[in-house]
Nanobody, 124 residues
Framework: QVQLVESGGGLVQAGGSLRLSCAAS????????MGWFRQAPGKEREFVAA????????YYAEFVKGRFTISRDNAKTTVYLHMNSLKPEDTAVYYC?????????????????WGQGTQVTVSS
């Protein structure tokens, strides 16, 4: 059974940092693209960042470039989202997702597996 389990969310002041983790299990993800999405109250789920498990492709949403970094640890089958210079508008539930797509995609409907989400709250 495929499982994606996020952790690392919490409450942080503006300008602070958090590292989200996504532990993946249940199958081989070596040919998968792993993505991070977020959803704020009353808003649609939006793409944040994605990485091909091989590490050959990485893509970021414009609003996080220079602040967030996505990475993965093959040995731990874990994907990370390092978030720096956090802003109140980054407040949302952050989701990890996986897709067998051959290309990195920002479309959430293309992702096959999802985690339960972790709350990130940035206070001003």
């Amino acid at each position: 059974q495929v499982q994606l389990v996020e952790s690392g969310g919490g409450l942080v002041q503006a300008g602070g940092s958090l590292r989200l983790s996504c532990a993946a299990s249940g199958r081989s993800f070596s040919n998968y693209v792993m993505g991070w999405f977020r959803q704020a109250p009353g808003k649609e789920r939006e793409f944040v960042a994605a990485i091909r498990w091989s590490g050959s492709s990485i893509y970021y949403a414009e609003f996080v470039k220079g602040r967030f970094t996505i990475s993965r640890d093959n040995a731990k089958t874990t994907v990370y989202l390092h978030m720096n210079s956090l802003k109140p508008e980054d407040t949302a539930v952050y989701y990890c997702a996986a897709t067998a797509s051959r290309v990195v995609t920002t479309d959430p409907s293309k992702y096959d597996y999802w985690g339960q989400g972790t709350q990130v709250t940035v206070s001003s």
